[in-house]
């Protein structure tokens, strides 16, 4: 599925096994010399596949699996394929224009191409690439969520943004959704080691899992993280004051411009690309706090993007890495946890009470309850908490649908699992919703 470079790139991790990862693949390109490539990247609807199985993990998977498929229908002698994240990319030194795609049912996708000219030494060509794959990610996503674009090529589709998003928001969230990621060891950061994410150094890649897995202890916890309000950041409940700053926050004002016409389209994305790549070094900070502040009882592993999974000795130990975390990027972006006790429960059922506690914090982000930090699976809410909760919730169901609406369906899914936890003074409006 890759072309044959001087040095092997190394294995996307989460994806299936003769996956490599799209950072290498991209920089071992920038070092062949090639004067052109064409650049092809699909993206992904993850959301509505977690949505539709009920399962972050399992949603996840089936997304990657279905990238893989597309993959194995392109020509190998001519295209090398890579991936990251929820994408595929696929560089050609030889193709004029992108090869034709077969998708398989059950998972939708969106996708674009360009031609990239290269030239200059190997990290500008480095640079040249990296920029290419965030213009024609856009574009990629653009198309995924616009059924209506028949265009495939990523300058007229990102060049018909304020035309078609009509919204500084909308356009916003479309510069902020997608994934830099700075490729370790270039630009003064640090290369991953053994058993690290590629495009995540000192933080262990999602491949190590099952070894964690297999060297648990009896009285492990598993435990779930993921940044609050990672598009337009968290405002306190009680005034409203701006606690952190979301992605999409971040370039708004950018977006406006944008669409009133006072910055043209190259502009717009360099000064984004450059906004992009100082978040992601932020919250490349963030997880590896996370991570190093567990060990060595403890490990966390790059599984969800902007969240990490694995094995804690307990809720202690994964609330002092939670706080130190957002005391790392404080302003800038918190995570919130959940942890489920292993004992006398499989690995799967621990897994998903996790991701239910971690969904309780997400109600009470932006409150001074410590449950917004670390939520156990099992420990009750207080009535300070549970009112927050109920208010957040409360507030999804009457705006109706929106960003945040999967909060919503999470909530209803866990209905039970809510029951047992709120004080009796708060069933009564939870049956409500």
């Known amino acids: 599925m890759t072309a044959a470079f001087a040095r092997p790139p190394r294995h996307a991790p989460g994806f299936p096994a003769d996956c490599a990862d799209a950072g290498d693949v991209l920089g071992r390109t920038a070092e062949e010399g090639w004067r052109t490539v064409t650049l092809v990247v699909v993206t992904s609807a993850l959301r509505a596949s977690v949505e539709e199985r009920g399962d972050h993990d399992a ?71 990296l920029f290419a794959c965030y213009e024609v990610s856009l574009a990629a996503r653009l198309r995924r969520d616009r059924a209506e674009i028949q265009e495939t090529r990523a300058g007229p589709v990102v060049g018909g943004v304020p035309r078609v998003l009509g919204t500084a928001a909308g356009a916003a969230s479309l510069l902020a959704g997608v994934l830099v990621r700075p490729l370790g ?67 708004l004002s950018l977006a406006e411009s944008w669409l009133a016409g006072r910055a043209d389209t190259a502009a717009v994305l360099r000064e ?39 094995l804690v000795p307990d809720a202690a130990a994964l609330r002092t890495a939670v706080i130190a975390a957002n005391g790392r990027t404080e302003g800038r972006m918190h995570s919130g946890a959940g942890v489920a006790r292993l004992a006398g429960i499989d690995l799967a059922a621990a897994r998903e009470r996790a991701h239910f506690s971690l969904h309780v914090t997400k109600t009470l982000k932006g409150t001074a309850c410590p449950q917004a930090a670390v939520h156990e699976f099992g420990t009750p809410l207080d009535t300070e908490a549970a009112t927050y909760a109920m208010e957040f919730l409360g507030g999804l169901a009457r705006s109706g649908a929106g960003h945040a609406s999967h909060h919503l369906v999470h909530a209803r899914r866990w209905r039970d699992w809510w029951g047992e936890h709120l004080p009796p003074s708060a069933r009564a409006a939870f049956a409500r919703l």
């Open 272 to 310: 984004a690309y450059r906004l992009r790549l100082g978040r992601e070094a932020d919250l490349l900070e963030h997880l590896r706090t996370l991570s190093e502040t567990v060990r060595p009882g403890g490990r966390l592993h790059a599984t969800l993007g902007d969240g990490l999974s694995g």
């Open 59 to 129: 949603g996840l998977r089936r997304v990657r699996e279905s990238l893989a498929l597309v993959a194995d229908g392109t020509d190998g002698s001519r295209w090398s394929a890579s991936y990251y994240g929820k994408d595929l990319v696929l560089v050609s030194r030889d193709a004029a224009g992108p090869p034709r795609l077969r998708f398989a049912e059950g998972v939708r996708h969106g996708w674009a191409w360009d031609r990239v000219p290269l030239d200059g030494s190997v990290e500008r060509r480095r640079r040249a690439l």
């Open 185 to 251: 060891g270039a630009d003064g950061v640090p290369g991953a080691g053994p058993g690290e994410d590629p495009r995540l150094p000192g933080v262990p890649s999602a491949d190590g899992w099952s070894e964690t897995v297999a060297g648990r202890a009896a009285g492990d916890c598993y435990a779930v993280t993921d940044v609050h309000d990672i598009e337009w950041g968290t405002l306190r409940r009680t005034d409203g004051a701006r606690l952190t700053e979301g992605n999409a926050h971040e370039v």
